[in-house]
Nanobody
């Protein structure tokens, strides 16, 4: 499976964006998928994850503002981002976690820039 992100861009603080991640094959059997972000010079961090049989996980910094969802029929993963803040500025990556713990398939990333 290959993953391709889209939907990034430049927005002002308080605005919204929806990131999409298209998989080249079926994601039905993938136990968990997630969105990560990375600022240049910093480690990549988990933003949100969705796993079968579990409630979605959100980093504290995005709780109440971001929503992760997956559409197995369309082989898509989404991240709805509301009330964006300048500190949300980063490259956002979609990932598949075949063992439900560690990401092992990555997309190429999509840049999100939030201006104040």
């Amino acid at each position: 499976v290959q993953l391709v992100e889209s939907g990034g861009g430049l927005v002002q603080a308080g605005e919204s964006l929806t990131l999409s991640c298209a998989a080249s094959g079926s994601i039905f059997s993938i136990p968990a998928m997630g969105w990560y972000r990375q600022v240049l010079g910093w480690e990549r961090e988990l933003v949100a994850a969705i796993a079968k049989g579990s409630s979605p996980y959100y980093d504290d910094s995005v709780k109440g503002r971001f929503t992760i969802s997956r559409d197995n029929a369309k082989n898509m993963l989404y991240l709805q981002m509301n009330s964006l803040k300048p500190e949300d500025t980063a490259m956002y990556y979609c990932a598949a976690l075949s063992d439900k713990v560690r990401p092992d398939i990555w997309g190429q990333g999509t840049q999100v820039t939030v201006s104040s």
